[in-house]
């Protein structure tokens, strides 16, 4: 493969959008540019045409030019060594993996990055071995006539010669039509022995309309020497594409003596061939239309004078599928998917994968709001239904965005961005949803792109602020440690809350840098409290998503001085939920150097006995909820059980939301070892942290 590949300059997975954009913009040519870690290691792809139907425009340049290129690259792209041979990754592409490559892949040299391939490139090399089979027949033709003037001398090495020749070689008598040589590779091609062929007329051994026979008296050849490609049918049936080349040798006295017929099978290389070609429009794995054909259809019925309907679908819980049951039965799951959207397609409609658990359908016509909603409602409700797989019972849902053409968008980018747009408008909604484009959607999302701007802003500009709530022992109200919250200082809102935000930053990839500086901000301070008092930082489940998390924190601990035994990392169970065993490995650095691993929220999620039991915690946060509803029974039975059995895990607990002191003293009395809440303070500056000190 080192021969095929193409070395392009890298980017890492966090550089931004825009400077692909303009990498793409400055060179025209340019199709695919890999994404490596720090290491060299190829982690993504980006593939022109599906990274310009995303920021084309100006809504899609406001929404992507700024977000990292690791939200907007194949995650899961095709990685090969330089080493492999090419036919043995064409053999391995087209039979095994026939879906992967047509994004395109990259090329390594002992796991670093080498250079990237298309399929173009593939369907090159198609054409390059088909090429270099012709130039052998020819080759093959010259040798034979050049030894023909010394067949008298050595026939001994002729025979020696064609015997083992990889090509079919024939040898017709001009003047009655009979054999007079056939080769081993003949007999392979033709079927039969050589005995049975020897010394007879080719009418005489295949039915004259036969396709063999029309292969070896040379049909269709009319200019000797000339190359001829025919579609036969072997003994068995089976379909063979040969290529044949008919030449005429001459006695010494010019007269025709012999019918050289040289036939080279190309069966392989056709059908590798037509592999290829079929899926530059073809998805392998659902048979559906890929990106390339979507497009295509996409921008011809977004042609003046058109009109139609583009649905944007996105599946639920499809991760979960391939997480718990792995990548086989998802993929069998995508085939049930593509099944079901045939089914409720119309002849004429458009059904195409565009990529991992991604799907468009293209009518060619803008439905009436009523019938769009009856038929885009049908199709969540088709897709909701359960699946059968190996037994297991399966379900998942689905969410529709649509817009028309041209009633909403005058143009194919900005029509494909508005279908995004009220499938991202669905997904919030909930699961198993339907959302129509509407102008409101546009200035929504507008407000959303330019707060998530502002957002950033903040962050590089100190826009940002810490509070900090206290938390107290149970048992003698004594300040133990603070919660670190951050604050927005909006120039036009004033001082914003978490809750408003932080969802923002983590769809949009900002939480990383506010993560960080929080953590950094917060372990200054701390720093300068007394040795007894902790500090807790929230960590998002986003976050978990890089690798070097605790290597950050690591440092961020030794440049503030900070000792990790006063750190508490507060985490919620969904950190557990996803890529289960890469977080846990992130979890065991952070203990294994001192930090306190916090289980936020206990209590409210589906499983959190079972995560409790999977990691060991250092503390679990009883979450607010159980306190605010302490004067029901259940509430009460709920918090001595979680006590109880953290008290017996030798765990210690801490109670959110205290608000009253009946609240406080019926918690120290179940065991809870830490309170914290509005009752015993508000979350405040580190002013206030500096007077309460002072007070303890």
């Excluded at 939200?71 to 060594?81: H, K, W």
């Excluded at 079927?191 to 008296?217: N, Q, W, Y």
């Excluded at 019918?259 to 059908?271: A, F, H, K, M, P």
């Excluded at 502002?454 to 509070?467: F, Q, V, Y």
Aim: hydrophobic fraction near 45%.
């Amino acid at each position: 493969m080192r021969s095929l590949a193409t070395y392009v300059p890298a980017c890492a997975p966090d550089t931004r959008g825009e400077v692909i954009l303009e990498l793409f913009q400055n060179a025209p040519d340019l199709t695919l540019v890999p994404v490596v870690d720090d290491a060299g290691g190829a982690v993504g792809l980006i593939e022109r045409e599906m990274f310009f139907v995303r920021i084309a425009g100006k809504f899609g340049h406001a929404l992507f030019a700024g977000r990292p290129v690791s939200l907007l690259m194949d995650a899961r792209p095709m990685v090969v060594e330089a080493s492999v041979a090419l036919a043995d990754f064409m053999s391995d592409t087209l039979s095994v993996r026939p879906s992967e490559v047509q994004n395109g892949f990259i090329v390594t040299e002992n796991g670093t990055y080498s250079g990237v391939g298309s399929i173009l490139d593939l369907v090159r090399a198609a054409h390059a071995l088909a090429q270099d089979s012709a130039d052998t027949l020819r080759q093959v033709t010259e040798q034979l006539q050049v030894a023909n003037d010394r067949i008298s001398r050595d026939k001994l090495f002729i025979d020696t010669v064609v015997e083992n020749i990889p090509s079919a070689v024939i040898v017709m008598s001009a003047q009655d039509r009979q054999l007079a040589l056939v080769n081993r590779a003949a007999e392979k091609i033709l079927g039969l022995a050589r005995a049975d062929m020897l010394g007879k007329e080719v009418d005489e051994i295949f039915p004259a309309e036969d396709g063999m026979a029309r292969l070896v008296r040379g049909d269709g050849v009319h200019d000797s020497g000339r190359e001829n490609e025919q579609t036969i049918r072997d003994k068995d049936g089976n379909e063979r594409h040969c290529v044949t080349r008919q030449t005429g040798i001459a006695d010494e006295t010019g007269a025709a003596r012999w019918s050289l017929c040289v036939i080279e099978d190309v069966t392989g290389y056709r059908q590798a061939q037509a592999r290829i070609e079929r899926m530059a429009h073809c998805d392998a794995l659902t048979g559906l239309a890929n990106r390339s054909l979507f497009g295509l259809v996409l921008a011809r019925m977004c042609a003046p004078g058109g009109s139609g309907t583009l649905l944007s679908i996105d599946l639920d819980y499809f991760k979960a599928v391939n997480d718990v049951y792995g990548h086989a039965m998802g993929d069998h799951l995508l085939r049930l998917v593509a099944q079901r959207l045939r089914g409720v397609s119309r002849d004429g409609e458009l059904v195409a994968r565009l990529g991992g658990d991604e799907f468009a359908i293209i009518w060619p016509s803008a439905a009436a709001p009523d019938e769009l909603a009856r038929r885009a409602n049908g199709i969540v409700e088709a897709l909701s239904q359960p699946y059968v797989i190996d037994g297991q019972h399966v379900v998942i849902g689905a969410c529709v965005g649509s817009a028309r053409f041209p009633v909403d968008a005058a143009r194919a980018d900005t029509l494909l961005q508005y279908a995004d747009m009220a499938l991202y408008r669905a997904k919030n909604r909930g699961r198993n949803r339907f959302q129509a484009f509407t102008p409101e959607l546009y200035d929504e999302l507008q407000g959303r792109v330019r707060k998530e701007r502002e957002l950033r802003d903040a962050i590089a500009t100190g826009g940002l602020l810490l509070h900090f709530q206290p938390m107290y022992r149970a048992a003698d109200n004594a300040i133990c440690g603070c919660e670190a919250l951050v604050r927005w200082r909006h120039p036009q809102r004033g001082l914003v809350a978490p809750d408003e935000f932080i969802g923002l930053a983590e769809e949009c990839g900002a939480i990383h840098e506010l993560g960080e500086w929080v953590l950094r901000a917060a372990c200054r301070e701390a720093a300068a409290w007394p040795p007894y008092m902790n500090l807790a930082v929230n960590v998002s489940p986003v976050q978990f998503r890089d690798p070097k998390l605790a290597l950050r924190i690591a440092s961020i601990l030794a440049e503030t001085g900070l000792p990790a035994q006063r750190l508490e990392i507060e985490i919620t169970e969904n950190v557990l939920m996803n890529n289960d065993s890469a977080n846990k490995k992130i979890l065991a650095a952070l203990s294994a150097m001192g930090c306190s691993v916090v289980l936020d929220d206990f209590g409210v999620g589906y499983s959190s006995l079972g995560y409790l039991g999977s990691f060991n915690f250092q503390k679990i946060k009883i979450d607010r909820s159980f306190i605010s509803d302490l004067s029901t029974k259940r509430a009460r039975g709920i918090i001595q059980a979680i006590a109880g059995l953290a008290r017996s895990m030798d765990i210690p607990t801490t109670a959110e939301g205290v608000e009253t002191a009946e609240q406080l003293c019926w918690l120290r009395e179940v065991g809870c070892v830490e309170v914290q809440g509005f009752f015993l303070a508000r979350p405040g500056p580190v002013d206030m942290v500096h007077a309460l000190l002072k007070q303890s």
